[in-house]
Structure formats: structure tokens, C-alpha cells
């Protein structure tokens, strides 16, 4: 990736831990994200990778150290309010999609929450679900969909309000490997379409090493792979 793009994330020696201490899970991880790659997080299962995913995100706040995505500071409620409904898109392992409500439904949830016309919203949904392959299902409910189908719609409400980065926790990990393929190949063909940076937890080192650049989380610690 081209040094004269925008940094969309920086981590500086965050650390955090649950239990009151007890349990650590970062311990001084760093990384930079920059604008349009493709970033894997590669770890084990308890590495940390979903808590740093998450403490970019705005889903956590770190113990302490240092947290910039997108010109915000997700350790400030505003920001993380603020992130979430313009810049952020958030994929995870379970679709947490509204199961009766329909596909089209779910994907004008975002829209709402930030005051999109209806009309713009309407053509917003139609290109994306054209994008993933599911304009046939749009008027289907989440829970008569497979779980391929439903990955994809959580995929489409996640780009939504057009953000500038994507983050992926395990968006494969519920699939069979089949159809985890080809969601991973779709989450990387659209970020490429739509100039979006993508961060993707992940324990599968074949998802990793497809990335632009991947890191490895071990030990509380983030490091080159």
C-alpha cells in the first residue's frame, strides 16, 4: 500500500484486562490502519483480537494508551457515538441481524439512525444487495435465510452509511469452510470497490495471509507476522 495514505487508525500501546485486573488481554499493542488495505488480525482464540477490535470500535474502552480511527477518539462517548454512525461498519461471527424482520428491514435500521432520505436509502439498499447477490431475497425475513444469505445481509448493513473502514470480527467463523470462502472473497471484493479500509479478526491463517498485510496478536501484543 502507498506511505501517502491516510492513516485511519492508530493504536498506541493500549492495554487492557477484566476481573479487575485479574485477566489480561492486551498488554502495549500498537498498530496502524491506513486507508483502502486490508488489515488481518491473526491470533488464537483469547490472543485479544476481538478486544482490540472491539476497543477500535468504540465497543470497549482500553485500561489506558492511546486510540485514533477516522479523526476520532473512541474513548469519548460522543465519539464512539458519532464513529458508529458515520464512519464505522461492523461485521461479526453471528449475524446479530433482527430475525423477523425482513432483509430490506434490517438494512434500513442504519439508514434511520442517521437520518438518510428514503428515497436515497431505497437505492442504497438496491446496489448493495445487487453487490452480495441477494436482491431476490430482499422482502425475505432473516430467519428463512441461510446462514451464507445472512452473513451477506449483515455484510450490506454494515456498508450502509458508506463508512471509511470496516471492521470484520470472525465473519467466517460460523460457515462451513465453503461458504466462508466465499464471504471472506466478497468482504475483500467490496472493500476494494467501495476504498474502504478493512480490519478482519481472524484465527484462519489462509484468511490472514490473503489480506494486504496481516498481524499477529499473541500475548497481549500485536506484532508482524
Known amino acids: 500500500m502507498s506511505e501517502a495514505r491516510e492513516i485511519l487508525v492508530t493504536v498506541q500501546e493500549v492495554w487492557k484486562a477484566y476481573d479487575e485486573g485479574r485477566v489480561p488481554v492486551l498488554q502495549g499493542a500498537s498498530l496502524e490502519v491506513r486507508a483502502g488495505e486490508m488489515v488481518a488480525l ?3 482464540s483469547g490472543s485479544g483480537k476481538s478486544t482490540l477490535l472491539h476497543l477500535i470500535g468504540g465497543l470497549d474502552v482500553p485500561d489506558r494508551g492511546e486510540l485514533h480511527v ?8 460522543s465519539d464512539r457515538l458519532e464513529l458508529r454512525r458515520r464512519h464505522l461498519g461492523f461485521v461479526f461471527q453471528l449475524h446479530n441481524l433482527i430475525a423477523d424482520l425482513t432483509v430490506e428491514e434490517n438494512l434500513r435500521v442504519p439508514a434511520l439512525a442517521v437520518g438518510r ?5 431505497t437505492a442504497r439498499i438496491r446496489t448493495l444487495a445487487e453487490q452480495v447477490g441477494i436482491a431476490h431475497r430482499l422482502k425475505h425475513r432473516i430467519q428463512d435465510l441461510s446462514g451464507g444469505e445472512r452473513q451477506r445481509v449483515a455484510i450490506c448493513r454494515a456498508l450502509m452509511n458508506e463508512p471509511r473502514l470496516l471492521l470484520a470480527d470472525e465473519p467466517t467463523g460460523s460457515l462451513d469452510e465453503a461458504t466462508g470462502d466465499l464471504i471472506f472473497s466478497l468482504l475483500k471484493e467490496l472493500a476494494v470497490r467501495n476504498g474502504i479500509a478493512v480490519v478482519l479478526a481472524t484465527h484462519e491463517r489462509r484468511f ?4 494486504h498485510r496481516w498481524l499477529r496478536v499473541r500475548n497481549g501484543k500485536v506484532s508482524d507476522a
Do not use: I, L, M
Request: aromatic share 4%.
Open 42 to 44: 491473526w491470533g488464537a
Open 70 to 77: 477516522c479523526g476520532h477518539d473512541p474513548r469519548r462517548e
Open 117 to 121: 432520505p428514503t428515497a436515497q436509502t
Open 208 to 211: 490472514a495471509e490473503a489480506c
